[in-house]
């Protein structure tokens, strides 16, 4: 994965600018990709002079990863919010699950933004990730332990298994404009039942 940098300044003038950088390239990148936006298209629509960009970011990668990086830290953050003072997995799982999605419903860019670094270098795309995954199978591993969950189970597998979840449990409503609060709670509930239940009669 290629270095970039990006420096975050401490004026409000010069976060109010960096701010502007920052939404412009979510919105082009989201738009129009990675490769077909350039930075001056970047500088254009943000309405700043040319050295302005190069104040705050090396390159337009920098831009990028640190938006990326800024989604990795949000989806975190909703999902630890949304979890606090929750004991057991099951709970843990479908409060995660609904933060992620109602936080991808709310940013109309995310999914795009994120998608778009398998394109913009597949390396970046496998370090979200997996850097997802380790952290869920470090709280995966406590409810081993305390036999919330079945010990036989690869925990890299099933961090992975409960991330594609939610990544395609949060499109299925996304993909519906006009879908209900209730709708969205029957939606994750039937998730959660697959989760629960399995989906085969006949145990192999």
């Known amino acids: 994965m290629s ?3 990006y420096r975050i300044p401490k004026s409000p003038a010069g976060l109010k600018t960096f701010n502007k950088i920052v939404n412009t390239g979510k919105k082009l990148f989201a738009k129009n990709g990675f490769q077909a936006t350039s930075i001056n298209d970047i500088i254009a629509k ?4 040319a050295g302005t960009f190069y104040i705050h970011f090396d390159s337009k990668l920098a831009l990028y990863l640190y938006i990326l990086d800024l989604y990795k ?3 975190r953050k ?3 919010l949304a979890t ?3 004991t057991t997995r099951y709970d843990i799982e479908r409060a995660g699950i609904k933060a992620f999605i109602m936080y991808a419903k709310k940013d109309s ?3 795009r933004i994120i998608w778009e670094s398998m394109f913009v270098d597949f390396d970046i795309f496998r370090h979200y990730y997996e850097s997802f995954a380790e952290a869920y199978i470090k709280h995966l591993s406590d409810y081993v332990e305390n036999k919330d969950l079945r010990s036989d189970i690869n925990l890299e597998t099933l961090a992975y298994v409960l991330m594609g979840i939610s990544n395609f449990v949060g499109l299925q409503i996304i993909f519906k404009s006009d879908i209900t609060d209730e709708q ?3 939606i994750i509930d039937q998730a959660m039942m697959i989760l ?7 145990r192999h």
């Open 46 to 49: 943000s309405k700043i002079a």
């Open 196 to 202: 629960d239940k399995g989906i085969f009669n006949i």
């Open 73 to 75: 830290v949000s989806i």
């Open 84 to 86: 606090k003072g929750l």
């Open 78 to 80: 909703a999902s630890a």
């Open 184 to 186: 969205i709670d029957d």
């Open 3 to 5: 270095k970039a940098e």
């Open 109 to 111: 860019l995310a999914y």
